[in-house]
C-alpha cells in the first residue's frame, strides 16, 4: 500500500511558477507509475501528467506541455510537479496518485489509479 501526501500549494500571479511535492510512503513505490491529476469546482478531476516507475518516461496533458514538468527521486519516494507560466485557468486541487504498471505504461485515466493524495489547492490570479 502507498499512502501519498502533497505540498507545495497555494497563490501564485499568472505567469509565475509554483513546484508541488509528493510524498509517498511504503517500500515498493519504485514499483508505480506516478500522475499528478487536478479539480476544478464543477468539473471532472483531469490528467496533467504523468511518469514511470523509473521516471525515464513522462506524459502531459496539452494543457501543461512546455510548462510543466513531473519527476520524481525514488531514493527520496518524492514526486515533483514543477510549473511554470502558470494561468489563472491552471487554478485547482491537484492531486498525485499512484498506478501500479508494467514496464513504463503510463495513464491518463483515474480508474487506474489505486492511490490518491488528499490534494494541494493551487490559486492562480490575474
Known amino acids: 500500500q502507498v499512502q501519498l501526501v502533497e505540498s507545495g500549494g497555494g497563490l501564485a500571479q499568472a505567469g509565475g511558477s509554483l513546484r508541488l511535492s509528493c510524498a509517498a510512503s511504503g517500500r515498493t513505490f519504485s514499483s508505480y507509475a506516478m500522475g499528478w491529476f487536478r479539480r476544478t469546482p464543477g468539473k471532472e478531476r483531469e490528467f496533467v501528467a504523468a511518469?514511470?516507475?523509473?521516471?525515464?518516461?513522462?506524459y502531459y496533458a496539452d494543457s501543461a506541455k512546455g510548462r510543466f514538468t513531473i519527476s520524481r527521486d525514488n531514493a527520496k519516494n518524492m514526486v515533483y510537479l514543477q510549473m511554470k507560466l502558470l494561468k489563472p485557468e491552471d487554478t485547482a486541487v491537484y492531486y498525485c496518485a499512484a498506478a501500479l504498471t508494467v514496464g513504463h505504461v503510463l495513464y491518463t485515466t483515474q480508474t487506474r489509479y489505486a492511490y490518491w493524495g488528499q490534494g494541494t489547492q493551487v490559486t492562480v490570479s490575474s
Open positions: 511518469v514511470s516507475w523509473s521516471g525515464a518516461s513522462t
